[in-house]
């Protein structure tokens, strides 16, 4: 069974502070995306990394997977209130994502 | 473009009853996936479905079950209620390429 474990569950800042949040497996998957989750809605899909030591940048958003495509970190910069919501990860392979349970990020203004 | 829709959007069943959800992919995307999402164990995969056939499938029981037309729209049919199958389920779609998948705002199940 592939599992998917993020960290922190749980992480509460102010505004401007800098933060990063893990996604470690014991699988490899073929690719790694992260999602952003609002209350009430469906995920939406924040990148798509594939190959191992892949970093991507998003405006304040900075995603790295590892080198052996095992585990992957979301860094965001000078956080704003409106990044607030869950951050979930998913491991693709054979047409299904496993998702990791998410960390809920609250920013503060 | 306009994005994945499911309906209906809240349900409330009692213990017993079966329910029938309905998903409707991005034009274009023949891949559509079911998840179920609830608070002690997150995105839990249901199955997927590309051009009618059930590619993978999750460890649900048998009272879980889905099916896609030739237009791509998708059904998911649940069969006696419990208790436990109270969740939000997310449909989402795919063109397939790295399995990037695009999620419908869900629909909220309550079983009483």
């Known amino acids: 069974t592939q599992l998917l474990e993020q960290s922190p569950q749980f992480l509460s800042i102010q505004e401007g502070e800098n933060l990063t949040v893990y996604c470690n497996s014991s699988?490899?998957?073929?690719?790694l995306q992260w999602y952003r989750q609002e209350p009430g809605e469906g995920p939406v899909l924040l990148v798509t990394v594939v190959t191992g030591g892949e970093v991507k940048k998003l405006k304040r958003l900075t995603f790295q997977f590892g080198d052996a495509r095992k585990d992957s970190s979301l860094h965001i910069t000078a956080a704003q209130t409106g990044d607030t919501g869950l951050y979930l990860c998913?491991?693709?392979?054979?047409?299904?994502?496993?998702f990791g349970k998410g960390t809920l990020l609250t920013v503060n203004p | 473009k306009a994005g994945v829709t499911q309906t209906p959007r809240y349900l409330i069943k009692t213990r017993g009853q079966q329910v029938t959800l309905s998903c409707s992919p991005i034009?274009?995307?023949?891949?559509v996936s079911w998840y179920q999402q609830t608070p002690g164990q997150g995105l839990q995969f249901l199955f997927e479905?590309?051009?009618?056939?059930?590619?993978n499938k999750g460890n649900f029981p048998g009272r879980f079950s889905g099916r896609q037309f030739s237009n791509s729209r998708s059904e998911m049919n649940v069969s006696t209620l419990e208790l436990g199958d109270s969740a939000l389920y997310l449909c989402a779609s795919s063109l397939g390429s790295h399995n990037e998948q695009f999620f419908g705002p869900g629909t909220r199940l309550t079983v009483l």
């Open positions: 998913a491991g693709g392979s054979n047409y299904k994502l496993t």
């Open positions: 034009s274009g995307h023949r891949s």
């Open positions: 479905y590309f051009s009618e056939t059930q590619r």
């Open positions: 699988s490899v998957f073929s690719s």
